[in-house]
Nanobody, 124 residues
Framework: QVQLVESGGGLVQAGASLRLSCAAS????????MGWFRQTPGKGREFVAA???????VYADSVKGRFTISRDTAKNFVYLQMNSLKPEDTAVYYC??????????????????WGQGTQVTVSS
C-alpha cells in the first residue's frame, strides 16, 4: 500500500522560502515519477512540479525559476524547495506518485496516489 506523507508547510511572508518534504512508503520512488500539486478553495488541483524516474523535471510556468523538485532515492523522499514565495502560492500542497516512470505533460491522471496535503500560506 502506497503512503505519502507531506510536511514542511507553514505561514511565511512574501519573498521567503520553504522546503516541503514527502516521505514515501510502499513504493520505490526511483521507479516512478513523483509530483507536487496544489489546490486552493474553489479551484481544482493544479500541477506544480514533477520528477521522472530518470531524474527529468517539469515545472508549471508559474513556479519555474523559483521552485525546485528533487528526490533522495536512498531515503525515499521527495522535496519541493520553494523560493521567492508569493501570496498567489498560497495553497494546500500535495505529493503524488505516478503509475509511470516517465512524465507525460498534461497526463496528470497518471498520478493516482496522494498524500494528505500540507498548507502553505504566504502573506503580503
Amino acid at each position: 500500500q502506497v503512503q505519502l506523507v507531506e510536511s514542511g508547510g507553514g505561514l511565511v511572508q512574501a519573498g521567503a522560502s520553504l522546503r516541503l518534504s514527502c516521505a514515501a512508503s510502499g513504493l520505490s520512488i526511483s521507479n516512478y515519477a513523483m509530483g507536487w500539486f496544489r489546490q486552493t478553495p474553489g479551484k481544482g488541483r493544479e500541477f506544480v512540479a514533477a520528477v521522472s524516474g530518470a531524474d527529468g523535471t517539469v515545472y508549471a510556468d508559474s513556479v519555474k525559476g523559483r521552485f525546485t523538485i528533487s528526490r533522495d532515492t536512498a531515503k525515499n523522499f521527495v522535496y519541493l524547495q520553494m523560493n521567492s514565495l508569493k501570496p498567489e502560492d498560497t495553497a494546500v500542497y500535495y505529493c503524488a506518485s505516478s503509475s509511470r516512470a516517465l512524465i507525460v505533460v498534461g497526463r496528470w491522471k497518471d498520478f493516482g496516489n496522494w498524500g494528505q496535503g500540507t498548507q502553505v500560506t504566504v502573506s503580503s
